[in-house]
């Protein structure tokens, strides 16, 4: 039977295997891009961001949508797209009558197109303006989008505790996982661990074997737990008391039934809270109002585990790191961990708000926030460092924003507070197979906004086009065979293959594939499906 498939630039893109062009490792931002588009009473700030693993042009992000910053009034806003980032469009979440607002985004996409976010809604004490009591959580709730974040679905009310804060979500997308499939809840701010898991792609929702939705982990108070997943399926969990010196750690190998004993896997840190200057008990740098706080980040890349903070132990904010070689087992490296980046001098300025994950391909990123004195101004830049060697060492990085932004512009005030401002903290991460995507807070236009880039871990740069296809057709074509370079692999082709006319087309294919345009796109079609004849033959002759 003739193969028949569909013709897209996706698929096009996954069967260009064949190359002849130079392949340098690295990171390499493409654009910062404008995600959201407000007017001053909209402040954007708190991002989460998530790449869909069946169709990776399509992400959804979100962050607090503010209602009025002056008195921090704040709902959810989600965007989303479909090609790329280049574009973005917001979408409206259903809200439940007694709602006043919502906060705390975290989004996950599973392996089967859905995406989750997990968010608390809030009512809004407007009597109590000014105080810690202005806002009254009430609980916990999930909504499911199948079609790429454009539509959500009603809610599912996990818990109603008005403690419940802080929440974290991730999706088991292993393939070799025996937990495949499985969603992952957790949430704690100052209180005991809570914990939900779905196994039927969010329908319902339950705890630990035989408990409820919002199950106890620990009775113990934690804050602002984070969730990694291992390639079998182990649910690695970590957290840190803000203004303590430790991390604490839960690992389940059966899909969230029950955890292993707690570990403290890091002792000896140095929390931003209690190192710093505070108004109304935030914790600020100097030189800035806004208020900042150590959160633990986590990755898995491999049987590695990675769990990184912002650490004051030498006198500046910057970024230490933990690495476990197998699972979460055993633990590398001093007990009060590494610096991420210790051979860089950041001087006086300030490395915050680490986020870490790995890309399909095994490259570890870790982006942060950098604030220091830019040109006469304290501004904030982003930047993000890489690892080749799952963790062990992060040899480069880069600045993805090409403008550093001023969080005194359009800042809310945090409960209605003048003296503290709010920018968020934490920031949007995630990855692709060979990138990473990354949704900020930034002010460059005047207002709190997101923007939006994707950090390439490759440059390929390519000879001459027509002297690559003669290349390629001059030495596969010959008498004597030839080499060919499939998958990044040298590949001798003897005499009179088989597959050398499907090497050839291919090649060719390859070689005008950095070339736009309507007529190069048809070249790459009669390639393509000339390999396809090729193939049909070859299989009818086996």
Not at 408 to 417: C, E, F, Q
Not at 513 to 530: C, F, H, P, Q, S
Request: hydrophobic content about 40%; proline content about 6%.
């Amino acid at each position: 039977m003739p193969i028949d498939f569909d013709l897209n630039l996706d698929f096009l893109a996954e069967l260009n295997k064949v190359s002849l062009c130079n392949v340098q490792p690295g990171l390499f931002p493409t654009a910062n891009r404008q995600a959201t588009f407000s007017n001053a009473s909209q402040s954007r700030s708190e991002s989460c961001i998530a790449i869909n693993p069946r169709n990776p042009r399509n992400m959804v992000g979100a962050s607090k949508k503010f209602i009025d910053p002056h008195i921090y009034l704040f709902r959810l806003g989600v965007i989303y797209t479909f090609d790329g980032g280049n574009s973005w469009q917001e979408a409206t979440l259903p809200m439940r009558s007694g709602w006043d607002g919502m906060t705390d985004p975290t989004v996950a996409f599973d392996d089967f197109g859905n995406c989750f976010l997990v968010g608390e809604p809030l009512r809004f004490n407007r009597d109590k303006v000014g105080t810690s009591q202005d806002l009254t959580g009430l609980g916990m709730v999930v909504y499911r989008s199948t079609d790429g974040g454009a539509t959500w679905q009603e809610p599912i009310q996990l818990t109603t505790d008005t403690t419940d804060d802080k929440q974290w979500v991730i999706c088991d997308n292993n393939r070799f996982s025996p937990h495949y499939g499985n969603i992952y809840v957790v949430w704690a701010a100052s209180s005991p661990l809570r914990f939900a898991r779905s196994t039927d792609h969010g329908q319902t929702w339950t705890g630990k074997a035989g408990e409820p939705a919002g199950s106890t982990l620990v009775s113990m108070q934690a804050f602002a737990p984070e969730l990694a997943i291992s390639p079998d399926g182990t649910l690695h969990l970590f957290w840190h008391n803000s203004g303590g010196s430790e991390v604490k750690y839960l690992r389940s190998t059966n899909g969230g039934s029950s955890f292993a004993p707690l570990q403290t896997v890091v002792v000896g840190m140095e929390s931003l809270s209690g190192n710093l200057p505070e108004v109304d008990q935030w914790p600020h740098f100097e030189n800035s109002k806004f208020r900042v706080l150590t959160l633990v980040t986590s990755c898995t890349v491999g049987k590695a585990v990675l769990v990184a903070w912002a650490d004051m132990r030498e006198g500046r904010s910057r970024i230490y790191y933990r690495r476990s070689p197998d699972g979460g087992a055993t633990w590398e490296g001093p007990a009060a961990g590494q610096p991420l980046l210790p051979n860089v001098s950041y001087g006086d300025s300030h490395c915050f708000h680490p986020q870490i994950v790995a890309t399909e391909t095994g490259v570890v990123g870790c982006a942060f926030y950098v604030f220091g004195k830019e040109f006469g101004y304290y501004l904030i830049r982003v930047q993000l460092a890489g690892s080749w060697d799952k963790g062990v060492t992060f040899p480069t990085f880069v600045t993805v924003t090409d403008k550093s932004w001023d969080p005194l512009v359009n800042a809310p005030a945090v409960h209605g507070n003048g003296a503290v401002d709010f920018i968020g903290e934490y920031f949007g991460l995630d990855a692709g197979e060979e990138s990473f995507a990354l949704l900020w807070t930034d002010t460059r236009t005047g207002v709190q906004e997101l923007f939006f880039d994707e950090v390439q871990t490759k440059k390929v740069s390519c000879p001459h086009i027509p002297e690559v296809v003669g290349q390629i057709f001059g030495g596969v074509a010959s008498d004597g065979g030839g080499f060919v370079i499939v998958g990044g692999k040298i590949i001798k082709i003897p005499p009179w293959s088989p597959l050398r006319e499907v090497y050839e087309v291919l090649g060719a294919f390859e070689a005008v594939g950095e070339i736009e345009g309507d007529e190069v796109r048809e070249m790459r079609v009669a390639a393509l499906k000339t390999a396809v004849r090729q193939l049909e033959r070859i299989l009818e002759q086996l």
